[in-house]
């Protein structure tokens, strides 16, 4: 099972940040989070990743709580081609490799 | 930007048949993936590959699935005898590193239908 909860859905007005919330509160202490999102039924295309610092890229920042057990994915200026549905994924470590357990994803309208 | 790209788009097999499916990776990428993701479902990993052989594979990839990297390009995932319920949306992904820090990058997907 995927080791992140989000909420199933979330509206925000173009050109206002949108901010997306993930909780993740089983994570252990070198787990990564990923953010990617889907757009219809495309593949899924990276956004952005952390471990405990906050990060910016320039799609996208990535707040994580100091205790890492939530984090928040932040679209600074929302487009209507931002509307997908996003997911957080926390890494499950495999044999060698890691593999990505996704969820079901929140997802987010962008309206004009 | 390098990219990962899938072939066929849409592949429409009847039930029984063999399919292939083809992915190109990203061309320094040393790690290789197959997900699956049935219409309006989760995205579902399959199976992950390195030097040649496969790291792990899921419940789903039982028997009826092989994956194999047949040059130094292509990576292909095929089903010998397709089932009514492997119609879905396969991506391919890869990445430079299986630990650490390296994230993933997904292809279009292969839309493969059973009839």
């Known amino acids: 099972d995927a080791k992140t909860t989000q909420p199933p859905s979330m509206d925000c007005a173009e050109g206002r940040a949108a901010n997306l919330p993930c909780n993740h509160s089983?994570?252990?202490?070198?787990?990564?989070v990923y953010w990617y999102r889907q757009i219809h039924s495309q593949g899924p295309q990276y956004i952005i990743h952390?471990?405990?610092n906050n990060e910016t890229n320039e799609m996208a920042s990535l707040i994580i709580t100091e205790d890492r057990k939530s984090s928040t994915l932040i679209l600074p200026h929302a487009t209507l081609r931002d509307t997908a549905v996003y997911y957080c994924?926390?890494?499950?470590?495999?044999?060698?490799?890691?593999?990505?357990?996704f969820g079901t994803g929140t997802r987010l309208k962008v309206l004009a | 930007e390098p990219e990962v790209t899938q072939t066929p788009s849409h592949q429409v097999t009847q039930m029984g048949q063999e399919v292939i499916l083809r992915c190109v990776p990203i061309s320094n990428h040393l790690y290789f993936y197959w997900y699956r993701q049935i219409l309006g479902q989760k995205v579902e990993f399959l199976v992950s590959f390195y030097n040649n052989e496969i790291s792990e594979k899921s419940e789903i990839f039982d028997d009826q699935f092989s994956v194999e990297r047949p040059d130094g390009s292509n990576f292909t995932l095929k089903i010998r005898s397709t089932k009514l319920e492997d119609s879905a949306m396969y991506f391919c992904?890869?990445?430079?590193?299986?630990?650490?820090?390296?994230?993933?990058?997904f292809g279009p997907g292969t839309r493969l239908t059973v009839t």
């Open positions: 992904a890869s990445s430079a590193g299986g630990t650490g820090a390296y994230e993933q990058y």
């Open positions: 952390g471990l405990k």
């Open positions: 994924i926390v890494r499950v470590a495999g044999s060698g490799t890691y593999k990505y357990i």
């Open positions: 089983t994570i252990s202490g070198n787990e990564y």
